[in-house]
């Protein structure tokens, strides 16, 4: 490379990575440039993007460098900034949004409305799969010196996107959870549980490799392979009764229903796996036994700054679930490890992330 460019990724949508160089970008107003120290992979990234380019129009892939889970240190400052200094670590949340919406103003950029500001790193403007990355000023979370940048890049679309759903359905030490799903979002559930209070953490899964990372490193007291007598296993687990608390991880069919009737009368349940189907009966499954669901997309800024206090204090490191770290050079293989599901989390890591 020549002074002033850097090196790149990008999802052509065959199920490859294009690396390319590239101007290193220059901050304006309001702006910040990052040097990038660690950038893991989403799921939403392989299923939309990375095998193909699902989404369509504004809110489709742009051809932007890829990766919407960044944590770096600012290195430039542009004109305008309040807040943020060189030096600073933190992490960027994942949607830049107009600012001025009711949503944005409540924090949640994910869900602004303005189809002209709303762009998702990664998705409509350059994300964090380089080794710099532009980033509004508003969109950032100061990273405690406690938690590193790996900790820090799993916090705003995995950790956060799951404290999000467990705020919304309550977790303390009187419930039995359920988690469908043991990807990266489920074992962040499990994590997250633990330090909630949570009594007895049951997971279902498919993938061998997923359900080893969560009994070794004791996410979950019961690890159930997925089938069609899960319900029941549960309920053998329970006493009978089933789980005070459910969380739908995997956006699997089954593994939906399993977590609606798998969950006790009055309890609640909260979908976090995007994409699929589900199939149930209202009366029986929901409304007779007066059980609540949730949906629950991604998380607010004040949320994710609550949440890296939290993490901070229980000395929870979420990037524990990490099982592969990659330099930028290989992240051709970082995505296809992902896409292959038999590993945790994957991150492409820079400096001191990959030692």
Not at 236 to 265: F, H, P, Q, Y
């Amino acid at each position: 490379m020549t002074p002033g460019t850097m090196t790149a990724a990008f999802l052509p949508g065959n199920s490859t990575v294009e690396m390319r160089t590239v101007s290193v970008p220059e901050p304006g107003h309001g702006e910040v440039l990052l040097r990038v120290k660690a950038s893991t992979i989403c799921g939403s990234d392989i299923r939309c993007i990375y095998h193909e380019h699902l989404g369509k129009g504004p809110e489709g892939y742009q051809g932007v460098i890829a990766g919407h889970e960044p944590c770096g240190q600012i290195v430039t400052v542009g004109e305008g900034c309040r807040r943020f200094k060189v030096g600073d670590r933190v992490i960027v949340y994942h949607i830049s949004g107009c600012g001025v919406c009711n949503d944005c103003r409540r924090g949640y950029m994910i869900s602004c409305t303005s189809e002209k500001y709303r762009r998702a790193y990664g998705w409509q403007r350059d994300g964090g799969m380089a080794e710099f990355m532009i980033a509004e000023e508003k969109d950032l979370i100061a990273l405690p010196d406690e938690l590193s940048y790996a900790d820090g890049a799993q916090v705003a679309c995995g950790f956060g996107t799951v404290y999000e759903g467990l705020e919304k359905i309550g977790i303390s030490g009187n419930h039995a959870v359920l988690i469908t799903g043991l990807g990266p979002v489920g074992l962040a559930t499990g994590a997250l549980c633990r330090k909630l209070g949570a009594q007895k953490i049951i997971g279902i899964d498919v993938v061998p490799e997923r359900m080893k990372i969560a009994r070794d490193l004791g996410l979950c007291d019961e690890v159930l392979k997925s089938g069609p007598d899960n319900v029941a296993e549960v309920k053998r687990l329970t006493g009978g009764m089933g789980v005070e608390r459910a969380v739908e991880c995997s956006a699997n069919d089954a593994a939906r229903a399993t977590a609606i009737r798998a969950t006790r009368k009055w309890g609640r349940i909260v979908f976090l796996g995007e994409g699929g189907r589900v199939e149930f009966n209202p009366s029986p499954d929901l409304i007779h036994d007066q059980k609540t669901l949730y949906g629950s997309w991604v998380t607010s800024t004040w949320l994710m700054e609550e949440l890296v206090e939290r993490l901070a204090r229980w000395n929870l490191h979420s990037a524990d679930i990490i099982t592969h770290r990659f330099p930028l050079e290989r992240a051709g293989d970082a995505y296809a490890l992902m896409a292959s599901g038999k590993c945790g989390k994957v991150a492409v890591c820079a400096d001191e992330e990959l030692k």
